[in-house]
């Protein structure tokens, strides 16, 4: 059965951070690209960062680089978002996604965790 589960999430005052994780099973990690989404109050689902499987390279949409790092341990199975110097405007459900390297593709979502930012 396969589990993405999110973790970390919660309220922060502007400026502040917090580590989220996502803890997988039921799937090959190493064969799969690992990323993060938000989706805000009626916006649509966004890509936040994305972490290829085997070296490890990273990509962040403009709106969060030099503030949130992607990063996975393989021998966890887990990938993590550390985010920092957070923004109101960073306020969504965060979703834990894995993808399938290889055809055919295979897409896998985690339930999601609340990040708010707000004073």
């Known amino acids: 059965q396969v589990q993405l589960v999110e973790s970390g999430g919660g309220l922060v005052q502007p400026g502040g951070s917090l580590r989220l994780s996502c803890a997988t099973s039921?799937?090959?990690?190493?064969?799969?690209?690992m990323s993060w989404y938000r989706q805000a109050p009626g916006q649509e689902r966004d890509l936040v960062a994305t972490?290829?499987?085997?070296?490890?390279?990273?990509n962040y949409a403009d709106s969060v680089k030099g503030r949130f790092t992607i990063s996975r341990d393989n021998a966890k199975n887990t990938v993590y978002l550390q985010m920092n110097s957070l923004k109101p405007e960073d306020t969504a459900v965060y979703y834990c996604?894995?993808?399938?390297?290889?055809?055919?593709?295979?897409?896998?979502w985690g339930q999601g965790t609340q990040v708010t930012v707000s004073s």
């Open positions: 972490i290829l499987s085997n070296d490890g390279i990273t």
């Open positions: 996604n894995a993808r399938r390297v290889i055809v055919p593709a295979v897409i896998y």
């Open positions: 039921g799937f090959t990690f190493n064969n799969y690209v």
